[in-house]
Each structure stands twice: as C-alpha cells, then as structure tokens.
Nanobody, 124 residues
Framework: QVQLVESGGGLVQAGGSLTLSCAAS????????MGWFRQAPGKEREFVSA????????YYADSVKGRFTISRDNAKNTVYLQMNSLKPEDTAVYYC?????????????????WGQGTQVTVSS
C-alpha cells in the first residue's frame, strides 16, 4: 500500500520561502514519477511541478517557474518542493502524488496515490 505524507507547510510573508517534503512508502519509490499539486478554496486542483524517476527531469507550471524547485532523494524515499519568492496567490493546500506508471503527467486525474495535503498560507 502506497503512502505519501507531506510536511513543511505553514504561514509565511510574501517574498519568503518554504520547503515542502513528501515521504513515500509502500513500494519502490525510485521507479515512479512524483508530482506536486495545489488547491485553493473554490478552485480546481492544479499542477505545480513534477519530477521523473529515470533522468530526474523536472516540470513546472508557468506560475511557479523560476521560483519553485522540485527535487527527490531516492535513498530517503522523499521528494521536496523548495518554494522561494512566495506570493499570496500561492496560498493553497499542497499535495504530493505519484502514479502507477513511470511516465510524468501534468494533470491531477492521471495520478493514483495522494498525500493528505499540507497548508501553505502566504500573507501580503
């Protein structure tokens, strides 16, 4: 059974930084892509970033490109999301997710396993 547990959310002022972590268990972590999504109140869940399992290729939404960095540590079964220059519009619940297949995807409905989410609030 795959389990994903996010941590690292919190309250930060605009311009600040946070690092989210997602610890995975239940299967071979290194063989599957990992993604981060977020959902603000009243909005759909949206893609933030993803990282492949094979060559560590990274993918970002345009809204976070240049500010967020995704990385993974396969030895620790953990994926990270370093978030810099945070803006109030980054406020949301952030979820990590993974798939049953190796390919990276940018849409939430192509991910099969989800964490419980961690709240990020950016004050202006």
């Amino acid at each position: 059974q795959v389990q994903l547990v996010e941590s690292g959310g919190g309250l930060v002022q605009a311009g600040g930084s946070l690092t989210l972590s997602c610890a995975a268990s239940g299967r071979t972590f290194s063989s599957y892509p990992m993604g981060w999504f977020r959902q603000a109140p009243g909005k759909e869940r949206e893609f933030v970033s993803a990282i492949s399992w094979s060559d560590y290729s990274t993918y970002y939404a345009d809204s976070v490109k240049g500010r967020f960095t995704i990385s993974r540590d396969n030895a620790k079964n953990t994926v990270y999301l370093q978030m810099n220059s945070l803006k109030p519009e980054d406020t949301a619940v952030y979820y990590c997710a993974t798939r049953r297949v190796p390919g990276v995807a940018r849409v939430w409905y192509e991910y099969d396993y989800w964490g419980q989410g961690t709240q990020v609030t950016v004050s202006s």
